[in-house]
């Protein structure tokens, strides 16, 4: 059965850090583009990182540009997202999601999707 299962979301102080991680099962990440996005309550979802199939390529817009990272380790079938200096409008749930082909900022070319892990940015 194909799976992504997100992990790591918590609550944390504004210039606080965490890491999610997003376990794959049911098929191998190796081929595939990932992305991680996030929504807010009320607003679109959002992409915040993503990576090429190799590993070779990446995105971020440039709300989070120089505080996230999105990796992948294709040999544990997980990927990563390191979240530094968080800010309040952090605050979403965060979802990975993977993809054939080349990676995408279209949240409507993924075609696997998790649950989601609830990001919380608060003193």
């Known amino acids: 059965q194909l799976q992504l299962v997100e992990s790591g979301g918590d609550l944390v102080q504004p210039g606080g850090s965490l890491r999610l991680s997003c376990a794959i099962s049911?098929?191998?990440?190796?081929?595939?583009?990932i992305g991680w996005f996030r929504q807010a309550p009320g607003k679109e979802h959002e992409l915040v990182a993503t990576?090429?199939?190799?590993?070779?390529?990446?995105y971020y817009p440039d709300s989070v540009k120089g505080r996230f990272t999105i990796s992948r380790d294709n040999v544990k079938n997980t990927m990563y997202l390191q979240m530094n200096t968080l800010k309040a409008e952090d605050t979403a749930v965060y979802y990975c999601?993977?993809?054939?082909?080349?990676?995408?900022?279209?949240?409507?070319?993924?075609?696997?999707w998790g649950r989601g892990t609830q990001v919380t940015v608060s003193l």
């Open positions: 049911g098929f191998l990440l190796d081929p595939y583009a």
């Open positions: 999601a993977a993809k054939r082909g080349a990676y995408s900022d279209l949240r409507i070319s993924y075609e696997y």
């Open positions: 990576i090429t199939a190799s590993g070779g390529h990446t």
